[in-house]
């Protein structure tokens, strides 16, 4: 059987307890994952994700803008919202861009909400990476620095300046 390449999550969450439960939950699914707190981190985190899990109420912007952002340059392929707000002008916005579900809801519900893409085959149908080997299953968690936000911030008023 071919190795395949682990999926990329970048996952937007400013709460960081949150934001842990998903990624330890998307690292042991095998996604290589990607915490961003604020919308600027994210556009620092650069393209190539399959998927992104984002939250509605960020620091520096909405979840629903920066998911409009993301997937018209190609930066992710599919998004599922996790989120605490109950603002329904936000929360129907966002339902154009993914799936909405609330933060009262399971993990295993943003998991099944991810997969299958169409992309490639679900990760859970995968052979589970062995235990006891930390870099079997190819997964890893990045963080964005403040000096790659910076520099996403550059990239990021190059482009808008062009259009």
């Known amino acids: ?4 390449e682990p ?4 996952i937007v969450e400013d709460d960081p307890v949150v934001a842990r439960s998903i990624a330890r939950r998307l690292l042991r699914e095998g996604y290589t994952v990607s915490l961003a707190q604020t919308c600027r981190a994210a556009r620092a985190s650069g393209p190539g994700f399959q998927v992104a899990v984002l939250d509605l109420d960020l620091p520096d912007g909405n979840g629903a803008d920066l998911a409009d952002e993301l997937l018209r340059l190609g930066a992710v392929r599919n998004v599922v919202f996790y989120t605490g707000s109950l603002d329904r002008a936000q929360r129907e916005r966002a339902e154009r861009f ?3 579900l609330d933060k009262a809801q399971a993990l295993e519900e943003v998991v099944a909400a991810l997969e299958p893409f169409p992309t ?4 859970s149908q995968m052979a589970p990476a062995p235990r006891g080997r930390s870099s079997g299953s190819g997964a890893r968690l990045n963080r964005v620095t403040p000096e790659e936000e910076a520099v996403g911030d550059s990239v990021a008023s190059k482009s808008s300046s062009r259009r």
């Open 7 to 10: 999926t990329r999550a970048l």
């Open 98 to 100: 993914g799936v909405v």
């Open 120 to 123: 490639a085959p679900p990760v």
């Open 1 to 4: 059987m071919p190795f395949s």
